[in-house]
């Protein structure tokens, strides 16, 4: 377990007033040159408008916006207060909508979850570690275990499937 490698996700979530990204685009990936992402045109990864492909009806008229970002667990995101990161996040939304102020953002919710991506290395198959622990009755299926393929929320089920199957069987 101590060889496995992963990074954590944050999504700072915006319901706003208006449309930001008024040519109807959906998702838009950002560069990220530095892992200091303060020194990025951009301080975080993806930008997606959710409400230019589900309409805004779904949603109570809101503009549904996702900042989403990557980065190691021990990142600053992960101690940053809300503030900070909406502070820090919402200027470089001009860069997309020159109108762009603040006063559009309804509501915004910050999740971070620092286990979110599992990092293959090389000899990854080697590393897999098994369902069944070492500990009687302990399993452990989890985004990890999912190989050769990317986590994904059906690899998710399948695995968490064979982990009831073991289970059963163990008690059979
Ligand atoms: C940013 C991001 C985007 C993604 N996008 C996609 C996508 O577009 N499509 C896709 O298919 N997959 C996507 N995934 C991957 C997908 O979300 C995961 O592969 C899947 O959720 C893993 O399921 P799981 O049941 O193994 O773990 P989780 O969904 O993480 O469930 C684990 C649960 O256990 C709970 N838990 C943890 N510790 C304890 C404890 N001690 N006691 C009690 N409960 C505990 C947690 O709160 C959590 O609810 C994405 C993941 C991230 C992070």
Do not use: C
């Not at 949603?59 to 992960?78: C, K, Q, S, T």
């Not at 503030?83 to 910050?110: G, M, Q, Y």
């Not at 991506?117 to 369902?131: A, K, M, Y």
Request: proline residues 9%.
């Amino acid at each position: 377990m101590r060889d496995l490698r992963s990074i954590g996700a944050i999504a700072l979530i915006l319901a706003l007033r208006r449309q930001l990204m008024t040519d109807g685009t959906y998702w838009l990936n950002l560069p990220a040159q530095s892992p200091d992402r303060r020194e990025n045109p951009f301080p975080f990864l993806a930008l997606v408008e959710h409400t230019n492909y589900l309409p805004p009806e779904h949603f109570g008229g809101d503009r549904i916006v996702y900042l989403g970002d990557y980065v190691a667990p021990d990142h600053e995101y992960f101690t940053m207060s809300e503030d900070e990161i909406a502070d820090l996040f919402l200027p470089s939304l001009t860069k997309v909508n020159p109108n762009f102020s603040p006063d559009w953002v309804r509501k915004r919710w910050l999740f971070r979850a620092p286990y979110a991506q599992p990092v293959p290395l090389v000899n990854q198959s080697q590393r897999i570690p098994s369902i069944q622990t070492p500990i009687d009755g302990l399993y452990w299926a989890s985004m990890s275990q999912v190989y050769p393929w990317d986590r994904g929320t059906n690899y998710a089920v399948e695995i968490g499937r064979r982990a009831a199957a073991m289970m059963l069987e163990t008690r059979s």
